[in-house]
């Protein structure tokens, strides 16, 4: 069983508890867990591809870290990077590339 995420608390509790509730509870509590129907690893390459996607690379620190965390391996995040470099920009896959290497060193 995953640890139970409290980011949302620590982090915006006191100054905005609904949203870190939603992100705690219903996000990392309900949502990621269930992995019957998509594994964590899975879900950790999808949320890494869409927030590359979109250039959110504060939070793609911390899901680069949880994907290696859920089984994505170097090579594995390597592939992903370099195939989503021809859709989303060259930019982003060099910013990713960046974090990645800190990540997997």
Known sequence: MAEKQTAGHDLLGEFAPKFAELNDDVLFGEVWS???K???RDRSMITIAALMT???YEQLKFHLQHGK???ITKDE???VITHLAF???WPKAWSTFNMAKEIWK
Do not use: F, H, I, K
Request: glycine share 16%; net charge negative.
């Open 38 to 40: 998509l594994s964590a």
């Open 54 to 56: 979109n250039g959110d």
């Open 69 to 71: 965390d859920n089984g």
């Open 34 to 36: 269930r992995e019957d």
């Open 87 to 89: 859709y989303v920009g």
């Open 77 to 79: 995040m390597v592939e």
